[in-house]
């Protein structure tokens, strides 16, 4: 069964850098493209983005340029967001997430990592 | 970009209600509208895709009508495991949530 497994909470300080991981398993890494969807505190769903891990491909949502850098490593079949220049609004929980098929987005979902971004 | 304007943002049922939320794409969309429902401190879940299709595991209470611009979602027959949050998501051209709604129990 598709699985996605991402990693645990960050306290981070505003200026710094924050990486984050999404495991996945139960099917093929390469065939599927991950994608990046953030959630502030009491808000609302934003896409980030998403990188297709056969080939490096990325799309990133406009508002997200700069600010998300999204790599993948094929031999571990672990999709990584890194966030950059951290301020108290990126502070969020951060979800990847991967279609379920043709016309079926969405469909499976880690379970958040969530960032703060505190002095 | 294309926006997704959900409405209401909360709403308060019964037991046994009918309830529906709607979203409006700032374009036309073809259709591409998925609905998720989500718990508090759990992931979305997907309920429906491609306006109307069920995905496995949703209860026939749920429901998705539309086209063009204007979509609808229904639960009839509102239970207690229903009470969460809704978000209608647009895949037609990238990806674009709507604002969500919150139903809670009158």
């Known amino acids: ?119 | 970009d294309i926006q997704m304007t959900q409405s209401p943002p909360s709403l308060s049922a019964s037991l046994g209600d009918k309830v529906t939320i709607t979203c409006q794409a700032s374009q036309n969309i073809n259709k591409y509208i998925a609905w998720y429902q989500q718990k508090p401190g759990k992931a979305p879940r997907q309920l429906i895709r491609y306006t109307s299709t069920l995905v496995s595991g949703t209860p026939s209470r749920f429901s998705g009508s539309g086209s063009g611009r204007d979509y609808s979602f229904s639960i009839s027959n509102v239970e207690s495991e229903d009470i969460a949050s809704y978000y209608c998501l647009q895949y037609d051209n990238l990806y674009t949530f709507g604002a969500g709604t919150k139903l809670e129990l009158k």
């Open chain 1, 1 to 119: 069964q598709v699985q996605l497994q991402q990693s645990g909470a960050e306290l981070v300080k505003p200026g710094s850098s924050v990486k984050i991981s999404c495991k996945a398993s139960g099917y093929t890494f390469t065939s599927y493209d991950m994608h990046w969807i953030k959630q502030q505190p009491g808000n609302g769903l934003e896409w980030i983005g998403w990188i297709y891990p056969g080939n490096g491909n990325t799309k990133y949502n406009q508002k997200f340029n700069g600010k998300a850098t999204l790599t993948a490593d094929k031999s571990s079949s672990t999709a990584y967001m890194q966030l950059s220049s951290l301020t108290s609004e990126d502070s969020a929980v951060y979800f990847c997430a991967r279609r379920g098929g043709y016309n079926n987005p969405f469909a499976y979902w880690g379970q958040g990592t969530l960032v703060t971004v505190s002095s």
